[in-house]
């Protein structure tokens, strides 16, 4: 029986890691209120990154997608670039409305440059 409880324990914090590093990639998975797919949060994602990768994006400057296989759609705004350390770090605003939501719902991270590419970072 204790043999079964330690391999199980094992297991369990095996999982951990996985859940952190998709956590790392995209904040809103796993979220149960925003109803977006794993292909909305793809093209979100992309949307984003496109964004962060631009060598001197203006502040309010948004990009759009669209998933027409889902009907979701939002966008990505560049609140404001800043520097923490020597990261170069970019507030981003995500908003997306799913097909038969009412209300828009947004979210604001921060995302940060560091030598293994942009990172999402706490305030």
């Given at each position: 029986m204790r043999n079964g409880k330690t391999?199980?324990?094992?297991?369990?914090?095996?999982?951990?890691?996985?859940?952190?590093?998709?956590?790392?990639?995209?904040?809103?998975?796993?979220?149960?209120?925003?109803?977006?797919?794993?292909?909305?949060?793809?093209?979100?994602?992309?949307?984003?990154?496109?964004?962060?990768?631009?060598?001197?994006?203006?502040?309010?400057?948004?990009?759009?997608?669209?998933?027409?296989?889902?009907?979701?759609?939002?966008?990505?705004?560049?609140?404001?670039?800043?520097?923490?350390?020597?990261?170069?770090?970019?507030?981003?605003?995500?908003?997306?409305?799913?097909?038969?939501?009412?209300?828009?719902?947004?979210?604001?991270?921060?995302?940060?440059?560091?030598?293994?590419?942009?990172?999402i970072v706490s305030p």
């Amino acid at each position: 029986m204790r043999n079964g409880k330690t391999w199980l324990l094992i297991a369990g914090l095996a999982v951990i890691p996985a859940y952190s590093a998709r956590a790392q990639i995209n904040p809103f998975r796993g979220s149960s209120g925003a109803g977006l797919t794993a292909s909305d949060f793809h093209m979100q994602d992309t949307t984003a990154r496109k964004l962060t990768q631009q060598s001197d994006p203006h502040d309010g400057e948004t990009r759009n997608w669209t998933n027409p296989r889902t009907g979701a759609s939002g966008r990505v705004t560049v609140v404001n670039s800043f520097k923490k350390g020597d990261m170069l770090c970019r507030k981003l605003e995500f908003a997306s409305k799913t097909k038969g939501q009412g209300d828009e719902r947004t979210t604001q991270v921060n995302w940060c440059q560091t030598p293994q590419g942009w990172k999402i970072v706490s305030p």
